[in-house]
């Protein structure tokens, strides 16, 4: 399945040139104009003919009217990141033509609304005209739905060029609209409309070819908020309490259907689950913390403006030592900021959010089955370490559209923690709720109408018999207990995923979605520059041990992150050694786009000394050549 | 604290549940001698005894201030969780969802309600979720020594003589507004008055909001201050006498037809309201909210059941919960079958 290259030919001739199932295809719409529906279809039908795909939306802060870029990668070879180059551009949109035009590479292919006139621009790019409002005004009388059909026809006239399949493109499109037959039949003749066009008036001038493979059979697509709903209903979520914000609005949306269908009481019709839409993130986590004291397992869902609002309370949770759950789906902020962009702007923050010595567990899916995983995991740290904590997705892994093995039911049950029963309390003695009885760090507590001796929950001042106490030697011993306590945790967190290559003295570090440019980023630097890396991804902080013996390991380590501060970076030298923290560099990327291969490969490369000329990447995309922590 | 509750020996008189008043007693105080807020304990502690109300089953909440601090000294064997400032309805609606057969007293001041928790009480209001919202008012920061609140009255004086030119915020027409179903007003110095209300409160489901005049001695009980002791006293306006018949006794009560109002409760308890020559009618919230108004207007406050919507449904009721505290739900009720993740997968591909 090789490329087949041929000889480079002019672009407006036909091309004998093949590049198969490896490119990118971009759709430029307007926002609201319902072009969603279409981009799925397409992205499903890729999917579906066994070819590895990622879907990723590009969309402003608005309703309608802004432009959006839906952009479709395909990789026979698994590589699912975000690519730079666009090698197919779909342009709808009058606003943005010419600039999405004029950015491309040379060699790509542009299907357009023809009365854009898009052919005069470059003489390197193949054009294919598509009159879409006459097609449409064949398809549907009812100008109200035109709208949204018209979107339809750029699918059939892909499926032309690309040589997707139609059968599968069908079924995408009943998958999608199942429900609704006149809709599914409405849209079918627009695909075929599409697709009848480009039959009849375009020749193949392009290279780019999608051919069935057999690398998805079994999988799903799904993005991270729906895989953390689904996850959060399996972990035996009891209270959800939460507040609208871009990027994780959907995680509690999707999860409140979830629940809706699958956590109803049979017998009486009533919900075994209590969800609250609060006042304000203030309001959200105190009832989860609230909901955490007297038992439930709960959870909010938020990002980077939500998380600063929770801030006291994430910090009475600690010190309280209350459980609850707190999906962070990072984002550029504060305020406004650039809430449909992606970031990994929240990791410093979040560790230490609140005052005093707090210091919280974090969790890094980089994958939409971690997802599901990290976030049942999460409900039982939170109550077997009777804490805070925080699930750092971002947007790109949660609003976008990735495929993935379909997740595993849970094979170990629920851990509530260290909850009082009567034979415990017989076993201990006397209750103590904040007494370190089994010497690792964790107490027992008691819960409100469990019959079992009560106590008086308050911050940090308290001993160890939860009476309020401001004697320095009480306030000591609790808060070293709270670090003993985060010490057993950090063999109870998920472990990160190492890859030794004995023949690297380099290693990268990773976390979240930059995961899927490092796979990518690694290849390429074996395969261009023979550079061999060791890489260690991270799922969770505190960190283990196992991070000073990587770094030992390697003579420069490349820590790969979303943010302009190097923020895990900074986490790690506050826990390595100095000699080894001196071995610490980063590789940082921060323009509100997902990472990409291309950039990391040159920023390493030319950290290496290496020679690299720079791709044609947009100006926040050009590598840090200045490591943060260098010798 | 104690945490173990204790009988003590030899106890004396018991109550329903057979309880001595002893054990709704929390640990020593540690407001001003003469605080009122004590006196509110004190009235919550003879509420609780004589209602039968198990300590067991009640969780005590509170924000920040000296009002704040005083769950710890009623009801010691109940669980409490003192908040964040001004946050306190937010943890007792997470409580509440997590076990629906608790009662949650929650006890907050002027400034933990009326300024840095006005958001989270309009909220609570507006969600008529079941708990006891009690306001110790005494209109004035008295831990951080004693600056006005929001509560404080227009033209009223700090002890430095500073006057608080900003009008106040009536916490009761506020919460009668905003969808409460039991709004009072009364006096920590009229023990029979408070303690009606607080059983009432016990006796209802859904937001019973208190605010109770309570001067704090040290920074606002002087001449010029209209949250003094004395200034409150001779300003108390009562809406009638209270009689509350709790629906564990005999009903009594002998009035003359057409002197009272009688208000069927939740759990079948009664309160008998005697009219006054203006025929007031609690239930009536437009006669409740101009009472307030005339009352404000005269340099006056009402005090007594305000407002009260008995049957109005709670918020737990409204969620549609199982019956069973959510908190103490098994495994198996919590999470769905393997056929369920499998439909579910199924449908993504």
């Given amino acids: 399945m090789a490329p087949e290259v041929a000889v480079q030919e002019a672009p407006s001739q036909p091309t004998t040139r093949r590049i198969v199932n490896d490119f990118s295809i971009q759709v430029a719409t307007v926002n609201g104009s319902g072009s969603q529906t279409a981009n799925l279809v397409l ?53 943005t033509a010419q600039e999405d035009v004029v950015s491309l590479g040379p060699g790509a292919a542009v299907v357009y609304d023809e009365p854009l006139n898009l052919a005069t621009l470059r003489d390197d790019l193949t054009f294919y005209p598509v009159p879409f409002d006459k097609l449409v005004a064949g398809v549907c009388r009812d100008a109200k739905l035109r709208r949204l059909v018209r979107n339809m026809i750029y699918d059939g006239v892909l499926a032309s060029l690309l040589k997707i399949d139609r059968a599968e493109m069908e079924r995408a499109l009943e998958k999608q609209l199942g429900r609704k037959p006149k809709a599914v039949a409405l849209n079918r003749e627009a695909l075929d409309v599409g697709f009848a066009y480009a039959e009849q008036h375009f020749e193949k001038r392009d290279p780019y070819l999608v ?22 209903m399996m ?88 459980p609850a759950v707190i999906f962070d789906v990072q984002r550029v902020g504060p305020s406004t900021g650039l809430p449909t962009r992606t970031a990994q702007g929240d990791v410093l923050s979040t560790a230490f959010l609140s005052h005093g010595d707090t210091r919280h567990m974090m969790l890094f899916p980089s994958s939409v089955e971690e997802c599901y995983t990290m976030a049942i995991e999460a409900f039982d740290l939170a109550e077997r370490f009777q804490t805070p904590v925080f699930v750092m997705t971002d947007l790109d892994l949660g609003m976008n559209t990735w495929m993935s093995q379909p ?70 011993k609790n808060i070293d207990r709270l670090r003993s306590k985060l010490e057993t945790a950090r063999n109870w967190l998920p472990a990160p995923v190492v890859t030794i290559n004995r023949k690297a003295s380099i290693g990268v570090i990773a ?38 013996s990587f770094v030992e390991r390697h003579d420069r380590v490349y820590v790969i992150e979303q943010n302009r501060d190097a923020q895990m970076l900074s986490l790690m030298k506050l826990d390595l050694a100095p000699e080894l923290a001196g071995r610490l560099r980063s590789v940082l990327h921060y323009s509100g786009h997902p990472i990409d291969a291309r950039t990391i490969t040159e920023s390493i490369l030319i950290q290496e000394g290496y020679r690299v000329e720079t791709t044609r990447a947009e100006p926040s995309d050009v590598p840090q050549s200045a490591g943060v922590g260098g010798e | 604290m104690a945490t173990v509750g204790t009988p003590p020996a030899g106890k004396g008189k018991v109550n329903r549940i057979g309880l001595a008043s002893q054990e709704y007693r929390g640990t020593k105080t540690t407001l001003c001698a003469g605080c009122g807020h004590n006196a509110i304990s004190e009235r919550i502690i003879h509420a609780c005894f004589e209602m039968g109300i198990d300590p067991d089953r009640v969780v005590k909440l509170s924000g920040i201030g000296c009002s704040s601090k005083s769950p710890a000294y009623f009801l010691g064997s109940a669980h409490g969780f003192n908040a964040v400032h001004g946050r306190m309805p937010s943890v007792g609606t997470g409580a509440m969802l997590a076990n629906r057969r608790l009662v949650a007293v929650g006890v907050s001041g002027d400034g933990d309600t009326g300024a840095i928790g006005i958001g989270q009480f309009v909220h609570l209001m507006r969600r008529n979720l079941p708990i006891i919202y009690i306001i110790e008012d005494n209109g004035c920061y008295g831990l951080t020594k004693g600056q006005f609140s929001p509560t404080a009255d227009l033209g009223s004086t700090l002890k430095t003589g500073v006057v608080n030119d900003l009008p106040p915020i009536d916490t009761c027409a506020l919460a009668i507004e905003l969808g409460a179903s039991f709004v009072a007003r009364s006096f920590s110095g009229d023990k029979k008055q408070l303690s009606a209300v607080l059983k009432a409160a016990l006796s209802h489901r859904g937001t019973a909001m208190l605010d109770v005049l309570s001067p704090c001695v040290t920074f606002n009980d002087h001449e010029g201050s209209t949250k003094s002791y004395a200034y409150a006293k001779s300003h108390d306006d009562p809406l009638g006498e209270l009689d509350f018949v709790p629906y564990f006794e005999e ?34 919230k437009l006669q409740a909210m101009s009472v307030l108004q005339e009352t404000r207007s005269r340099g006056t406050f009402a005090t007594g059941l305000i407002y009260v919507e008995p049957t109005k449904p709670d918020f737990i009721e409204m969620l549609n919960l199982v019956d069973e505290p959510l908190a103490f739900l098994p495994q198996e009720r919590v999470r769905p079958p393997e056929p369920v993740l499998e439909a579910i997968m199924d449908d993504l591909r």
């Fill in chain 1, 43 to 95: 992205l499903r039908s890729i999917f579906r003919m066994g070819i590895p795909v990622s879907g990723k939306n590009l969309f402003p802060s608005n309703i309608a009217g802004l432009p959006t870029w839906y952009t479709i990668r395909a990789n026979r070879d698994g590589y699912i990141a975000r690519k730079q180059d666009i090698d197919f551009l779909v342009a709808m949109n009058a606003q």
């Fill in chain 1, 211 to 232: 051919e069935p493979m057999d690398a998805t059979a079994g999988q799903v697509l799904i993005d991270g908020n729906a895989a953390a709903a689904i996850g959060a």
């Fill in chain 1, 235 to 322: 972990a035996g979520v009891t209270v959800v309490t939460w507040y609208p914000i871009t990027p994780s609005s959907s995680l509690c949306e999707t999860l409140i259907d979830y629940l809706r269908q699958h956590r109803i009481d049979k017998d009486s019709g009533k919900a075994t689950f209590a969800v609250v839409q609060a006042e304000d993130e203030i309001a959200a986590i105190g009832m989860a913390i609230g909901a955490g004291w007297a038992g439930a397992r709960s959870m909010t869902s938020t990002s980077g403006p939500g998380v600063s609002l929770m801030s006291e309370f994430a910090g009475l949770g600690h010190y309280a030592e209350v």
């Fill in chain 1, 407 to 476: 997740f595993r039911y849970p094979e170990k049950p629920l851990d509530r923690g260290k909850v009082l029963d009567a034979e415990t309390l017989d076993r201990i003695g006397k209750f103590g709720r904040y007494r370190d009885v089994d010497g690792d760090g964790i107490p027992y507590r008691s819960v409100p109408g469990d019959s079992m001796p009560a106590y008086f929950c308050r911050g940090s001042g308290h001993n160890e018999w939860a009476q309020y106490s401001e004697r320095p030697d009480d306030y000591r």
């Fill in chain 1, 511 to 548: 976390y979240g979605t930059t995961h899927w440019a490092v796979v990518e980023s690694r290849d390429q630097l074996v395969n261009e520059e023979d550079v061999q890396t060791s890489y260690y991804r991270v799922c969770a902080y505190p960190f283990r041990d196992a991070l000073t």
């Fill in chain 2, 251 to 284: 009903i009594d009560v002998d009035y003359e037809p057409g002197t009272t109002h009688e208000v069927s409760l939740h759990d079948g308890s009664t309160l008998y309201l005697t009219k006054l020559a203006e025929d007031y009618d609690p239930r009536n």
